[in-house]
């Protein structure tokens, strides 16, 4: 088969990392339904009460306005998330605002929440034949004078269509948004968004995105709140805002989060982390530098049920997806267990290594 990909690449990296990406999502629009081939049964996986064909997730920033989600089902993801949206339209930060770091494999953007708002996403995802787990990545506008209930209006607004809600409170792109990982704030935050949850007619699962920048102290707070409310899962982790000292490219000095493979180190060990804090309540999607069935294997060691990929995209196109599977279930037929039953073997050892 064509790999459209390989022959787009070139083009596309002519282009700067935004448009190249508007490129990409309209060519995604403009093809023709496909159907992803068959997943092999040994990659099926159960989490919060959702059944998913395999544990590869597209992660939330890809499709911002939920235009593209079955395009990327069909590529073969086991679940993909839309968004981050916000109950109104809001442009983001200045252009320029994503940066391709290619001799790090990285991406750097402050896109600050662009996107068409909550209005325009439903009436896409409300066409949708609703084949496929699609999640709703949901946030706040920066000129909120109440952010929380701009998180309650993304629950009543995707109630209907949403396969699950993620609480994105960990972006660094807009400004103040991660003070909502504080204790007292998350607290009211959550509580709230479980209550207008509770009241909608269908009930949807609602996961907390955090931030791999928090400290120990802070961890302990945000999981310690998370099981309180009884949520439904975490998701470690979002872009980092700190620059690792092995970074070449001369455009780490971009301020924004950083995502691909520098990332992955430091959200593994969080989430390893959150692992062994949450002791089983519920389950977690490792998300942060995935580029290989290693990769995925490695944060399903640290403690993953599912896990996410996006900038990895950005350098291999979606043919990953299938190596990735591939690689999984060539470890399953050597290693004789189950995926599940590696679920968090390697979150100790990591702990004590951090």
């Known amino acids: 088969m064509i790999d459209a990909f390989a022959i787009a690449s070139p083009f596309l990296r002519l282009l700067d990392a935004e448009t190249a990406h508007c490129a990409t999502v309209a060519a995604l629009?403009?093809?023709?339904?496909?159907?992803?081939?068959?997943?092999?049964?040994?990659?099926?996986?159960?989490?919060?009460g959702l059944d998913f064909r395999n544990p590869i997730g597209l992660a939330a920033g890809f499709d911002k306005n939920a235009e593209v989600a079955d395009?990327?089902?069909g590529f073969g993801f086991g679940f993909v998330e839309v968004g981050t949206l916000t109950p109104r339209a809001q442009p983001g930060n200045p252009r320029p605002r994503a940066f391709r770091l290619v001799d790090d494999r990285a991406v750097i953007n402050r896109y600050g929440f662009n996107n068409d708002g909550?209005?325009?996403?439903?009436?896409?995802?409300?066409?949708?034949?609703?084949?496929?787990?699609?999640?709703?990545?949901i946030g706040a506008n920066k000129d909120s004078d109440d952010r929380i209930a701009d998180y309650v209006a993304g629950v009543d607004a995707f109630a209907d269509v949403a396969s699950y809600f993620t609480i994105n409170v960990s972006s660094p792109n807009t400004p103040g948004l991660r003070d909502l990982q504080e204790p007292e704030a998350l607290s009211e935050l959550l509580a709230r968004v479980i209550e207008a949850r509770d009241a909608a007619p269908i009930r949807r699962p609602v996961l907390l995105k955090i931030a791999p920048d928090l400290t120990f102290a802070?961890?302990?707070?945000?999981?310690r709140?998370?099981?309180?409310?009884?949520?439904d899962g975490m998701i470690v982790s979002n872009t980092t805002i700190s620059r690792p000292a092995t970074l070449r490219s001369l455009l780490a000095k971009e301020s924004g989060g950083l995502s691909g493979a520098p990332?992955?180190?430091?959200?593994t060990r969080m989430l390893a982390q959150v692992f062994l804090r949450v002791e089983g309540q519920f389950p977690l999607i490792g998300v942060g530098g995935v580029d290989s069935s290693e990769a995925a294997r490695a944060k399903i060691e640290a403690g993953a049920t599912l896990v996410q990929l996006y900038s990895a995209l950005v350098y291999d196109g979606p043919a990953l997806i299938?190596?990735?599977?591939?690689?999984?279930i060539e470890f399953v037929d050597r290693s004789k267990e189950p995926l599940a039953a590696r679920i968090g073997k390697s979150a100790p050892a990591l702990c004590r290594s951090a």
């Open 29 to 48: 629009k403009a093809l023709p339904p496909r159907t992803p081939a068959p997943d092999d049964p040994r990659l099926a996986v159960s989490a919060f």
């Open 118 to 137: 909550h209005a325009a996403a439903l009436a896409r995802l409300s066409k949708r034949a609703r084949r496929g787990i699609v999640g709703v990545n």
């Open 225 to 231: 709140v998370a099981r309180e409310k009884r949520i």
């Open 71 to 73: 395009a990327m089902l």
């Open 218 to 223: 802070q961890l302990d707070g945000v999981v």
């Open 263 to 267: 990332l992955f180190d430091l959200s």
């Open 322 to 328: 299938a190596r990735i599977k591939r690689g999984l």
